[in-house]
């Protein structure tokens, strides 16, 4: 560990991006649907005009939660919400989104064949931040994805610095990521995607703020982050403000669109 979490002083691009959470059919075999939005649905979202990157996280069947048991703070992943997946879709401007508004509707009428739920969580522009954490060449062969909802009367503001001044430095400054992403979230809107045919429902209690992006070696390595003392000192930064800590096992991560170009093969 070669820096100390206070003073880790990290690279950072922002960016406009928006995370969809996705939840596949009950009625057919679950990799059925992984498949199908690995394959013929990934292809329409893929054509979208207007995107910077566009990332399928796909998440591990079995996820109970890998943040430890935190006084105060829901570390356990329901089984009723737990999510399949989730679509990781990065803008090259503002009004990208208006551009891709007619294979946007296309999206919409493919959803119900693979989906059951789907949620879209948006945030402003430069709100979605990637660290340069890895050294030239390193990449990331494991990953954890986390969802973060804040404490009730606990201000937005308060809630972004907490993520951005206090969390990443601390995450940095562990010496073990090879990759991290954060997005904070505007209030959550249904209207923004209200596919047909598909469930949005989204309780209050159940709605996130925050998401993270943790990247490691290998699955050893992100095995040793959660078991060991860091998680901690983490667990005492977030506690204060934080109601829920969801930590998901992610079980392959597949780029599509990468620096504004649609890649001939997805790459892990």
């Known amino acids: 560990m070669s820096k100390s979490p206070s003073k880790a002083q990290v690279n950072v691009r922002k960016h ?67 999510i399949d997946g989730v679509a990781e879709v990065t803008f090259q401007s503002p009004l ?58 606990v201000g937005a503001g308060d809630f972004r610095k907490l993520i951005n001044k206090e969390l990443v430095p601390a995450l940095a400054g562990t010496g073990v990521l090879r990759e991290l992403r954060t997005q904070t979230f505007l209030p959550w809107n249904e209207k923004l995607w209200d596919t047909p045919n598909v469930a949005h429902d989204n309780p209050a209690d159940q709605r996130f703020h925050a998401s993270l992006i943790l990247g490691f070696t290998d699955a050893q390595e992100r095995a040793g982050f959660f078991h060991g003392r860091e998680i901690e000192s983490l667990s005492n930064t977030l506690a204060p403000l934080t109601s829920a800590i969801h930590a998901y096992d992610v079980s392959t991560a597949l780029t599509y669109v990468k620096d504004g170009t649609i890649l001939p093969h997805y790459q892990q």
Request: aromatic share 10%; glycine share 8%.
């Open 16 to 82: 406009f991006s928006s995370s969809i959470l996705l939840w596949v059919r009950t009625d057919q075999p679950r990799q059925t649907g992984m498949d199908y939005w690995k394959g013929p649905h990934s292809k329409i979202i893929s054509a979208t005009p207007g995107l910077e990157e566009y990332r399928q996280i796909h998440l591990a069947e079995v996820n109970p939660g890998l943040w430890p048991a935190t006084p105060g703070v829901e570390t356990d992943i329901p089984v009723e919400r737990k």
């Open 96 to 153: 990208s989104p208006l551009l891709g508004r007619k294979q946007t509707q296309l999206a919409f009428k493919d959803e119900i064949n693979v989906f059951r739920r789907t949620l879209l969580y948006a945030g402003l522009p430069n709100s979605s931040r990637w660290y340069e954490v890895a050294e030239p060449g390193e990449k990331a062969g494991a990953r954890a994805l986390i969802y973060l909802r804040r404490k009730d009367g």
